[in-house]
């Protein structure tokens, strides 16, 4: 897990660290999946989501995990 703390967060410290993840992955030919969820301080998971998608995060359509993102290796 992720956490940013509230009194670091608009800084780009998320950005920053979400594209050296981006970036690996891709390096490696992974690809990454992940739940948006308020569960660690985030107000919503609507703004989730809209943050992940700026890295190529989109809907996991596999039923199994629904409320997924994928982000396949570019």
């Known amino acids: 897990k992720i956490i940013i703390p509230k009194e670091k967060r608009k800084e780009g410290l998320g ?4 594209q050296k993840i981006a970036d690996y992955a891709d390096e490696v030919g992974k690809d990454i999946r992940l739940t948006p969820s308020t569960d660690f301080g985030a107000t919503s998971t609507g703004r989730l989501k809209k943050f992940y998608s700026r890295f ?17 290796t570019q």
């Open 15 to 18: 950005s920053e660290v979400m």
């Open 56 to 72: 190529g995060f989109v809907k996991n359509r596999d039923y199994e995990y629904k409320d997924s993102m994928v982000r396949y």
